[in-house]
């Protein structure tokens, strides 16, 4: 497709291989479990008591019970655009409210996250994970996750950069808006711009084996590569952003 073909489409979908991975052993535990650990600790401030989370771009709602574990919410909201992942959300949704220990609310919205169908100012936590490089609407998405924000709420973003996406075997076997895909700075700075506010230390730039789609580690466990931060090309960025304002 052309940029100009992606201008009535909120985001690309996924392949069928996408949708059959996200539901694997891989993508549960060492993507999505690790990501979320890693965004709860680069939250600086005091974690609010029973918070709600809008989850953008929640799929299969296989987020929803480690989100529960780690942040111990009174709500989770899960929007996607892709009417058959919310069905399978949906016995996600009451498999995390049976195994709670607590009571924790589960709402399922069919949605854009380039237009929310959120109320302003009604989430203490965006959790956007694996998402954005889908969105062509990048900019219009991130202020609708400032926009559903409460004052001091928090963006939890975490995302694979162009390097990754743009790699032969990520192309050959998932689908997404090439013209959209940004490096870790880029993303950083598009953030920023957006109207949200981190330092350093709550910024991560994990460099995990199944995001080096080129060789997908092996060269480092041979010891022939021994890459640097700042001398590698950074393949995903995690960060936790404070809305300003």
Same mark, same amino acid.
């Given at each position: ?63 929803? +019970?480690? $989100?529960?574990?780690?942040? %111990?919410?009174?709500?989770?909201? &899960? @929007?996607?655009?892709? !009417?058959? =992942? ?53 900019? +219009?998405? $991130?202020?609708?996750?400032? %926009?559903?924000?409460?004052?001091? &709420? @928090?963006?939890?973003? !975490?995302? =694979? ?85």
């Amino acid at each position: 497709m052309s940029p100009s073909q992606f201008s009535s489409v909120p985001f690309v979908p996924e392949t069928a291989f996408g949708i059959w991975f996200l539901r694997t052993h891989t993508w549960e535990h060492h993507v999505l479990r690790v990501a979320i650990n890693d965004l709860k600790q680069l939250v600086d401030a005091p974690l609010p008591d029973s918070p709600t989370i809008v989850d953008v771009g929640c799929g299969q709602g296989i987020s929803f +019970r480690l $989100l529960a574990s780690a942040f %111990r919410p009174r709500r989770i909201v &899960g @929007v996607d655009f892709h !009417a058959p =992942s919310l069905v399978l959300a949906e016995a996600a949704a009451h498999t995390c409210r049976a195994q709670a220990d607590r009571a924790i609310d589960i709402e399922l919205l069919h949605g854009d996250c380039a237009n929310l169908p959120l109320p302003d100012a009604s989430a203490d936590f965006v959790f956007c994970h694996q998402t954005f490089h889908h969105l062509v609407e990048q900019d +219009r998405a $991130l202020s609708e996750f400032r %926009r559903v924000l409460k004052p001091g &709420g @928090v963006l939890l973003f !975490a995302e =694979s950069t162009d390097a990754y996406i743009r790699s032969w075997v990520i192309r050959l076997l998932f689908r997404h808006p090439m013209h959209v895909q940004k490096s870790a700075d880029g993303y950083l700075q598009m953030i920023r711009d957006a109207g949200f506010a981190f330092g350093t230390h709550n910024v991560s730039l994990p460099y995990l084996w199944w995001s080096r789609a080129k060789d997908f580690g092996l060269l480092e466990r041979l010891g022939l590569s021994h890459p640097q931060p700042g001398k590698r090309r950074e393949t995903l960025v995690n960060v936790a952003a404070v809305k300003t304002g």
